[in-house]
């Protein structure tokens, strides 16, 4: 017998469904199950690091509702915004958020709002704060964008790479009915921010131990540039993407609001950057100052 030379057929990823388990009226789903696992491992991290640099975890304990808060309206409101004309007429249904309709910038907006708030209320500095929510929130994003996994959402345009993903056909947008595997780009996601992740983590070592020199913001700034330049190509994948002045799926004259809003944030880490070690180095030496050092 001749052994077929072709080679097999690698199965594509399919979501199992939404649901975790229902009982009853009680529902369970993986994306509210994932979100609150990023909170909770988020807050861990994010009061490890704050005790190193001498953050009271109790302080960053505090903050997490007011956080969560922010992040939840901004995400929310960002969403409604772009995407007014679906809710015109009908705005109560802004409010539904239960019904999905969130984005990560706008969650970034508010829960930064959000922070700025507390930290004038508690009278904290606002930088050095930041500096140790960014790595949890790289761990959390990374950890939420499973939710789109289970959700079947947030995928791209179609493919029969090896990592392929089936999407149902009720989910596809109607220009791809007849298509059936496409990009992961919440896998692609995923996995940049743990290289994110991974990226500050290292940078927060080596200021611990006095490789390198991170002024309060630096990894902030760091932050927002490494995110920005994996979302950029990323958004170029994806099907369902906020527009401004058109429809998705490929925004046809107008913008994809992710790759703008990922070019500005780029654009303003790098100016953060150039900024505070520019400061820093105009900064008198403390020795000479205080007269320690002889000229």
């Known amino acids: ?31 509210g199950l994932l979100i609150a696992t990023a909170v909770l491992l988020g807050l861990l991290l994010a009061m490890r690091l704050g005790r190193r640099r001498g953050i009271d975890p109790n302080l960053i304990a505090d903050l997490l509702p007011v956080l969560v808060a922010g992040a939840v309206i901004g995400a929310r409101a960002y969403y409604v915004a772009l995407e007014w004309r679906q809710y015109q007429g009908h705005w109560l249904d802004a409010l539904a958020i239960w019904r999905g309709g969130i984005a990560i910038h706008g969650a970034l907006i508010g829960g930064s709002l959000a922070t700025v708030l507390f930290c004038r209320w508690r009278r904290q500095p606002f930088w050095p704060l930041l500096d140790v929510l960014v790595p949890a929130v790289a761990l959390g994003q990374a950890i939420g964008r499973w939710g789109n996994f289970f959700n079947s959402e947030a995928f791209g345009l179609p493919t029969e790479l090896p990592w392929k993903l089936s999407i149902p056909i009720q989910n596809r947008p109607i220009e791809f009915l007849n298509a059936e595997t496409f990009h ?41 540039m490494a995110y920005s330049s994996g979302r950029l190509w990323i958004e170029a994948l994806r099907l369902d993407p ?6 998705p799926p490929f925004c046809q004259g107008g913008l994809r ?17 150039w900024w505070l070690y520019d400061q820093r180095r105009a900064l008198p030496d403390p020795a000479l100052a205080s007269g320690d050092l002889n000229p």
């Open 242 to 247: 906020l527009c401004l002045l058109s429809d």
């Open 184 to 224: 992961p780009t919440f896998l692609y996601e995923s996995l940049w921010n743990l290289g994110v992740l991974a990226l500050l983590l290292a940078l927060f070592r080596a200021a611990s131990r006095g490789r390198i020199q991170l002024p309060a913001g630096a990894l902030s700034c760091v932050y927002v």
């Open 257 to 273: 609001m992710a790759q703008l809003v990922s070019l500005l944030l780029i654009c303003g880490g790098a100016l953060g950057l």
């Open 1 to 31: 017998m001749l052994m077929s030379l072709e080679a097999p057929m690698l199965a594509a990823f399919t979501s199992p469904g939404p649901l975790v388990f229902q009982l009853g009226p009680l529902a369970v789903r993986w994306y």
